[in-house]
């Protein structure tokens, strides 16, 4: 995962996979919990799961500001690129 575009596809599929998501619905725009319907405890399954795909864990306090797909997106972009 190199680009933000790369992290998105990524990201697109690993909302689809682990919540049963359709992909059209999982745009950067699109809001975490009131558009994809994600929960707390998703939110959990999905820093496990970037963890997972990284080697990097995202801070849960840095976690806590996300709200849209692309928040997610450029958050794992700073994890992956820390110098950017």
């Given at each position: 995962m190199q680009t933000r575009e790369d992290?998105?596809?990524?990201?697109?599929?690993?909302?689809?996979?682990?919540f049963e998501l359709e992909p059209e619905?999982?745009?950067?725009?699109a809001n975490l919990y009131q558009d994809l319907e994600i929960d707390s405890i998703d939110?959990?399954?999905?820093i496990d799961h970037i963890k997972r795909k990284?080697?990097?864990?995202?801070?849960?306090?840095?976690?806590?500001?996300?709200?849209?797909v692309n928040d997610v997106v450029e958050?794992?972009?700073?994890?992956?690129?820390?110098?950017?």
């Amino acid at each position: 995962m190199q680009t933000r575009e790369d992290i998105f596809n990524t990201l697109r599929d690993s909302l689809v996979e682990l919540f049963e998501l359709e992909p059209e619905r999982v745009t950067l725009d699109a809001n975490l919990y009131q558009d994809l319907e994600i929960d707390s405890i998703d939110a959990v399954d999905l820093i496990d799961h970037i963890k997972r795909k990284t080697g990097k864990k995202i801070a849960a306090e840095e976690f806590k500001s996300v709200r849209t797909v692309n928040d997610v997106v450029e958050a794992v972009y700073r994890l992956v690129h820390p110098d950017a």
